[in-house]
């Protein structure tokens, strides 16, 4: 098949799941660009990512398209540059195909946020696909593209993973340069890549991993080459937290990971049982810092400079207001206001500040462990996809669900959900591996072994 037909049956089954709702925006140039590689793989001066066609979520900018961060406050906003990780993937030929639905400013857990609508997951239409990078999972599930890029601030590309069957990777931070990333929470923010399997995984990684000078957070360390060691068959030891296994984990999801320590136990891995002991701090600690900066970050959506103006103002702070208002979501809104309590007057110290004292020991938490361990093996969902609405009206049980995912990023080190399985009603299962910072490689090489008996 020639790459130009590979990307119009790309594009046909995007219109035909239109009612997934997983794109924002779809790009038709994206077969005259398949045409001009094709030429580039015929005169063998194409890039390492030639016909891999990419979809990109809706908070990552692309040159002269939207950026609306599925946000009616962005709304008719164009981006004036491409962010790092786009350039890397255009440089290498990769083809871009849309912009992927997401919770409003990446903020939400299930993809029921959006401005553009709710998203909805391929394996059952009655339930959410996980956030907030639904959109990209549910692109890369349905088969809209070969893989996505989605954006991880607390579990923003793992959690969907597991919900649709995909695997998601949450790279080390500063490992992928954040330039060109709308702004959420900016001490945890990455961007990473969902794909059907992990080689394409590790490719994708390995374009978009680098040094940044537009990323003053961005690490100067040399990228491996993530797909020349994937078959290496290392014995490694691999911490189980206890903390991760208690109440609340449904019972079909442990008796599938029970299933894959087993096999891993077989394959000469050492099982050690470990503990995380501040992990039942992780959601407030990542609450309380998280929507502090949002609400720091958040601040220039005021009407003046971009996007979305109130009409209905008398003068400039009602116009201030007014925007904010009808310009961001219930969700976005809780946030700011959250975050904006926990740095008032006050509150700071009692908030802000003694979570940070807490993220501290959080991380203490995982450099103790991986003293004694190579990975940590957990969930990565206490639960399968739930149904849409069901949570919506209660935001802590919906913040809840990120139980297993906030400590990576509230640490800085890589996580990667793997599909696993499914429960009895045939949703996907799916699990966490974490490493250490930077040693991405580690999470890649063990993936491989467990996908390729999970195929057997």
Partial sequence: MSLEQNVKDFLRNIDNNKNLNAFNFIFEESIEQAKLIEEKIKAGTAGKAAGLVVAIKDNIAIKDKPLTCSSKILNNFNSIYNADVVERLINEDAIIIGKTNCDEFAMGSSNENSAFGIVKNPYDETRVPGGSSGGSAVAVAANLCDAALGSDTGGSIRQPASFCGVFGLKPTYGRVSRYGLTAFASSFDSIGPLTKNIEDLALVLSIISGWDEKDSTSQNIPVQDY???????????????????????????????????????????????????????????????????????????DGVRYGYRSKNSKNLSNMYMNTRSEGFGAEVKRRIMLGTYVLSAGYYDAYYRKAQKVRRLLKQDFDNAFEKVDLILTPTTPTTAFKIGEKTSEPLEMYLNDIYTTSANLTGIPALSIPIGFDKNGLPIGMQLMSAQLNEQVLLETAYQINKQNKN
């Fill in 227 to 301: 797909i020349e060691n994937i078959n290496h068959k290392s014995k490694l030891r691999i911490g189980i937290p206890k903390e991760y296994f208690g109440e609340g984990l449904n019972d079909e999801i442990r008796t599938v990971i029970n299933e894959q320590i087993n096999f891993l136990i077989g394959k000469d891995f050492e099982i050690v049982d470990i503990s995380l002991p501040h992990t039942e701090y992780s959601i407030a600690t990542y609450y309380i810092l998280t929507t502090a900066e949002s609400s720091s970050n958040l601040a220039r959506y």
